[in-house]
């Protein structure tokens, strides 16, 4: 379970949110058997996506952010409901990189910098929202940050980071935004600046012991901050065997009918959990047979 809380300055111009979480990347490294690069990969795109499905208003509302930036990695995508709990997938969960300059995990070298972020918000409208921005960094902090300014016109701050042990098990993990509204005054916003270029690292503030609490204020300090609300988030697949019946009937009766002819049993797998689903030839006839629905 991870911990997320929001704060909000005393003239309500800026919101800060961070999040604790390091069990959601603990979760996400055992699931996909990850390597230390792309756990710290994954993990800050999931961290970015809980962020962002938090702010979702609706209880069915939900947020994916994709990231191909043609790097060894391939393709990441994290999906966030409106409570802020995350799952999430990569392509290649296993990649082996020298440490980058600064000597710390290469994330930018894994995901690539060739290529982009898209957020895709399902509003329950008829069409979903879709903002596509090329890649800053590949570093996801950056680039979520970019994707603020340029489609929803918000100056946004995010700061992301995992911490992985040598064994390669998670640390810590955690994150922050920081949002910034319009009528936010000069004053205000030199402040945040100010803050900024004391603030450590997420990872070094949360080893160091800060609680959520204290780094939402601490984002906000000087502005008469107040804690706004707290919610647990938690990695979570919402998969089942009726959805996965339906991926099983969007193949059509062509392709159901040769997997029926071979006479085995077929077993799915979750992309986003590892769960598997297995289907008799006696389930899938029963499937193909099925009335469509209208």
Known sequence: MGILKRAIAKDASVVATAVDATDIVAEIEKIHQTSAVVTAALGRLSIAAS???????????????????????GMLVAVADSRGNVKADVDQPVVELPLNAKGKLDVGGAVGTDGTLSVVK?????????????????????????????????????????????????????????????????????????NLKTLPPVTTMMTQGMTTDQIALRLLDGLEPNLLDDGEVHYQCDCNRERTERVLKALGNQELTQLIAEGEPVEVNCHFCGKKYTFTPEELQQLRDEEPEE
């Open 51 to 73: 962020m962002m499905g938090y702010d979702l208003k609706n209880e069915n509302d939900t947020v994916t952010l994709r990231v191909k930036g043609g790097g060894p990695a």
């Open 122 to 194: 399902d509003l329950g409208l008829k069409e979903p929202y879709v903002g596509i921005v090329p890649l800053v960094s590949g570093e996801i902090a950056e680039d979520v940050a970019q994707y603020f300014a340029t489609s929803e016109q918000t100056p946004t701050v995010c700061g992301l980071g995992v911490l992985v042990n040598p064994d390669l098990t998670v640390n810590v993990a955690g994150g922050f935004l920081i949002e910034v509204l319009p009528f936010a005054s000069d004053a205000c916003i030199d402040t945040i600046e100010k």
